[in-house]
């Protein structure tokens, strides 16, 4: 029996709409070319893999005006598809509780003062949110 379909993408989905996102429509080998130095994957590796995201919706695909292969874009947008990923890990990792998230993330990140300085203003920011 085949494993259901997860609501976001695998790890090298990700890599894949990440390059997309970055660089705007391109092809296969373009998205190949990119992968290569931290994956070493074949061009109809990363052509199979395309094929499945857009059949899954995350991807669009259109015929190059040279008729020469296809272009790909991203369907899915940066902000929805980052937030339904931490949404999901709050859920399943920290049982929905986005304080012991963070209280997670704040205990294994070393962040500088800079970092610190930028986390207190937003956190300053949000409780200003909630009391208007």
Avoid: C
């Avoid at 695909?61 to 369907?75: E, F, K, M, V």
């Amino acid at each position: 029996m085949p494993r259901p379909t997860s609501k976001q993408p695998t790890e090298l989905e990700l890599e894949i709409i990440k390059i997309l996102w970055r660089d705007g429509p391109s092809t296969v080998r373009h998205v190949r070319e990119q992968l290569e130095p931290f994956r070493e994957l074949a061009h109809n590796s990363v052509m199979t893999v395309m094929g499945i995201m857009t059949d899954k919706g995350y991807l669009r695909r259109r015929l190059q005006s040279n008729g020469s292969g296809y272009l790909y874009t991203a369907r899915i947008r940066r902000n929805a598809t980052v937030r339904g990923m931490l949404s999901d890990l709050v859920d399943r990792a920290f049982a929905g509780s986005t304080m012991d998230a963070i209280l997670q993330l704040l205990d294994t990140s070393d962040l500088d003062t800079e970092e610190l300085t930028q986390l207190r203003r937003e956190l300053d920011r949000k409780a200003k949110e909630r009391d208007s």
